[in-house]
């Protein structure tokens, strides 16, 4: 059974930092692409930073940019999304969704994933 597990979320400051955490198991982590997903109250789920699986490439949204830093570990089955210099606007809920896909970027759409955790908040306050 494939489970995605995040973690890491929490209230923080402007200008603070988180560090997310996504577990997987069940399947060939080393294979499958990785993007995080953020959806904020009201508003659509947007895709913040994706890793491929072959060559670790990264992408980043606008938004998060210069900001956020996306990692994998393939040893240890995770997925990391590195978030400073926090911002209100970046208080959301955070998913990371997998899947065996030879190229993803921000903008792959959420179908795309078979895979999802469960979520974790993030509050981010002025």
């Known amino acids: 059974e494939v489970q995605l597990v995040e973690s890491g979320g929490g209230s923080v400051q402007a200008g603070g930092s988180l560090r997310l955490s996504c577990a997987a198991s069940g399947f060939g982590f080393d294979d499958f692409a990785i993007m995080w997903y953020r959806q904020a109250p009201g508003k659509e789920r947007e895709g913040v930073a994706s890793?491929?699986?072959?060559?670790?490439?990264?992408y980043y949204s606008d938004s998060v940019a210069g900001r956020f830093t996306i990692s994998r570990d393939d040893a240890k089955n995770t997925v990391f999304l590195q978030m400073n210099d926090l911002r209100s606007e970046d208080t959301a809920i955070y998913y990371c969704?997998?899947?065996?896909?030879?190229?993803?970027?921000?903008?792959?759409?959420?179908?795309?994933?078979?895979?999802w955790g469960q979520g974790t908040q993030v509050t981010v306050s002025s």
């Open positions: 969704a997998a899947d065996f896909l030879d190229y993803i970027n921000t903008h792959t759409d959420e179908t795309a994933f078979r895979y």
């Open positions: 890793i491929t699986s072959r060559y670790s490439r990264t």
